[in-house]
């Protein structure tokens, strides 16, 4: 899924960086169940609506790309309730703007679970003095 934000390409990777869809667990003796990993179309079977989040101005202005996995905590009405990163992009801001873009997904309801899900932001390359 690809969409270009203020001039600046934002890609959601859904594949690569983890692997297929797994089911979480049923509970067994207190043992909290484990968060379920989605890659490609399979996140579209979770959620219903996705945004992707916007570009920051201040990474845009200076081409920070960064990779990172985060983690929905999704209730049993399909609202995410939480959502925490699993492994940082490297960048505060690119971080940030996952957190407030992910807050307004919504899943299909049915029951409660957690979602890892990677996210990558790709700045383009900075145009260089007197080569236009």
């Known amino acids: 899924m690809r969409t270009i934000i203020s001039g600046v390409v934002a890609i959601l990777i859904f594949s690569a960086l983890a692997p297929l869809t797994r089911a979480v667990p049923p509970l067994n003796r207190g043992v909290p169940p484990q968060p379920q990993v989605f890659t490609g179309p399979d996140i579209g079977k979770v959620f219903s609506r996705l945004l992707l989040p916007e570009f920051p101005y201040e990474a845009r202005r200076n081409s920070w790309s960064g990779r990172g996995t985060f983690r929905a905590h999704v209730s049993a009405e ?55």
């Open 78 to 132: 399909g609202k995410v309730t939480r959502v925490e990163v699993v492994k940082s992009t490297g960048h505060g801001a690119l971080d940030d703007a996952v957190l407030r873009a992910v807050r307004h997904w919504r899943a299909h309801p049915g029951r409660k679970m957690e979602v890892d899900f990677p996210m990558a932001f790709i700045a383009p390359p900075r145009p260089r003095p007197g080569l236009m």
